[in-house]
């Protein structure tokens, strides 16, 4: 028989998958990974195993790549650094510098336009720069970076409002997109543009790298972009508003060039972008929270965490708040070990290791079925359709389903919903529901399921007790506690650990009805720290569930 070859797509999270199986990746002799500048934990964590890995396997072939990514430092991380080690390579016949290859693109030529002065309001700025290019540019759409749904929604409503006035703007069809974005709206952007029309696209970095939008020829780049900052001494993620880098910034010009010559106008001058610029993003491991980076690598046998060997290393802190919250979930024990059997069953579960915990738990207190349904809910950025123009209606539909015990029976209740639907996509556009979020919360929780039954936890519901989904849920977030403030005029609580000044989200459906104690999933930063994923708590379950974590100092005080 004629050997073949054999290629596989996959993502960088699930060839980590594939290695707690098999280490070495033996089955392959050539592996690519692409878009390696996104530098996303997983694509991190991936480079530092495959240059582990290659010392053992000197054959296993590597391509890195990327279209802007630094060649140099990343040749420079995977150059050999003990002359033993080049000998070696030598004698099986392997060089042992890596190469740099560059394979020039068919693109066409981009004209980069800066702006004269800087702008004090971008989105402004981006608005006046679409309709300029609409009057005085030939055909073809218009691709618009800006942070997020609501410099987005911002910048439609104000492009729509001068298409209804101004006549000579009317062939303008505004599009916006992003993640909340409802599937059929964010379709409409790869739709042909309609003949004597002109497209604008407004979009977050996704249009940077993850999707072509044919038909683009102007760029216009606001420069900034929406990245989330991890500070593990307060254990709060920042979603912060921040510059983009140089390579960003290319990658968006070349928007522009790929189906003629295009132009790209950057809302900032070129003094800026050459002096002040970063070269490159800041990696996704130096600016996230590291727990489930740090259990990917235990379950693959790497003990020595803080000795291994990343692109770009991540601050002690992290790594130490990390080890800590695993340590404090059971999941390692004294010697920073998986546990037997809580550690290793969580390593299997492809979820944030809280919510893997209270999968566990959920199996000890007989309500797993439905604490899979929750955890296949949270592993969706919303299951609800908001925006611009259509808040009211929507919050109105949430409280249809709002059950007083918070978001994660709420989520139950939309669940049953859309299952007694039969899945319909009307029953969710009735009811502001997200239908593909919920398609992959189904997607979600069948696999879930399957995990569960093959690591040996016990499927059972509790039907009605929603006492005991509860407690599972604190079970795996005993320390995302809070206590209200007394006397508190705007609802301001305070975390049991640190002592935070919190605040409950406006989208969960306990805003304003602020009981006593409440735990949440996750704390967003804006211009306060709120609280996303409410559930109230009994105190006295915090006990059952972490004696090692907290102690009764008072009566009725836990600290």
């Known amino acids: 028989m004629q050997d073949e070859t054999v290629l596989k797509f996959v993502t960088d999270g699930v060839l980590l998958r594939e ?4 280490p070495l990746l033996t089955k392959y002799s050539v592996i690519m990974v692409d878009e390696a500048h996104e530098r996303s934990i997983s694509t991190d964590i991936l480079l530092g ?8 396997r000197p054959e296993l072939r ?24 080049e000998s070696e390579n030598e004698e099986n016949g392997l060089k042992a510098e890596p190469a740099i290859l560059s394979v020039e693109g068919r693109g066409f030529n981009v004209q980069i336009n800066f702006a004269e002065e800087p702008f004090h309001d971008y989105v402004q700025a981006a608005v006046s720069t679409v309709l300029s290019i609409h009057e005085r540019e030939s055909t073809g759409d218009i691709l618009v970076f800006l942070t997020g749904q609501d410099d987005i929604d911002a910048a439609a409503h104000l492009l729509n409002e001068d298409i209804q006035t101004n006549r000579k703007h009317s062939g303008l069809v505004v599009l916006p997109l992003y993640s909340g974005l409802p599937r059929a709206d964010q379709e409409l952007v790869f739709s ?3 003949r004597g029309k002109r497209k604008v696209v407004i979009s977050t970095n996704i249009a940077e790298t993850s999707l072509t939008l044919e038909g683009i020829v102007y760029v216009v780049d606001s420069g900034f972009s929406k990245q989330r900052f991890y500070n593990p001494v307060s254990d709060i993620e920042n979603l912060v508003v921040a510059p983009i880098s140089r390579a ?5 010009a070349g928007r522009a ?3 003629r010559p295009g132009k790209c106008y950057r809302l900032y001058t070129e003094e800026y972008f050459l002096s002040h610029m ?9 600016r996230s929270n590291l727990v489930s980076c740090v259990i990917q690598l235990k379950a693959l046998g790497i003990d020595n965490i803080l000795g291994f060997d990343w692109p770009a290393s991540p601050s002690p802190e992290s790594m130490i708040r990390a080890l800590e919250v695993l340590y404090s979930l059971a999941i390692l ?16 579960i492809p979820l944030e290791p809280m919510i893997s915990k209270m999968i566990i738990a959920s199996s000890q207190l007989e309500c797993s079925e439905e604490i899979i349904t929750i955890a296949a809910a949270l592993s969706v950025q919303s299951i609800w359709i908001s925006g611009r123009g259509i808040q009211k209606e929507s919050d109105e539909a949430k409280l249809r389903f709002a059950a007083a015990e918070g978001d994660h029976v709420t989520f139950l209740n939309v669940y049953k919903g859309f299952h007694l639907s039969r899945k319909s996509s009307q029953w969710c556009h009735k009811h502001f529901v997200n239908y593909h979020a919920m398609k992959k919360v189904v997607e979600v929780r069948e696999q879930l399921r399957r995990i569960a039954q093959r690591i040996g936890l016990v499927l059972k519901s509790c039907d009605s007790d929603m006492q005991v989904v509860k407690k599972a849920v604190t079970a795996g977030f005993f320390a995302n506690a809070c206590r209200l403030e007394p006397y508190s005029p705007d609802g301001m609580y305070k975390t049991l650990r640190g002592s935070e000044e919190v605040y409950i989200h406006p989208s969960s459906v306990l805003f304003r009805v602020n009981p006593k104690w409440v735990i949440f999933n996750s704390l967003v930063s804006t211009d306060r720290k709120y609280m996303r994923n409410v559930m109230t708590i009994d105190p006295s379950w915090l006990l059952e569930a972490a004696p090692h974590f907290y102690q009764l100092q008072k009566p009725n005080l836990l600290h």
């Open 192 to 194: 042909p543009t309609p």
């Open 19 to 22: 290695m707690m199986n098999d």
């Open 278 to 286: 970063s070269i490159e993003g800041i990696p996704e491991i130096q």
């Open 248 to 252: 960003s910034a290319r990658q968006r």
């Open 257 to 259: 060039g790929r189906v």
């Open 62 to 85: 590597l391509i890195i790549a990327s279209a802007t990514i630094e060649a140099k430092s990343m040749a420079d991380f995977f150059r050999p650094r003990k002359k033993r080690r």
């Open 49 to 56: 195993l495959l240059k582990k890995i290659q010392r053992r």
């Open 333 to 348: 024990d004294d010697d920073a070990k998986l546990t037997s059997p809580t550690g290793f069953q969580i390593a299997e």
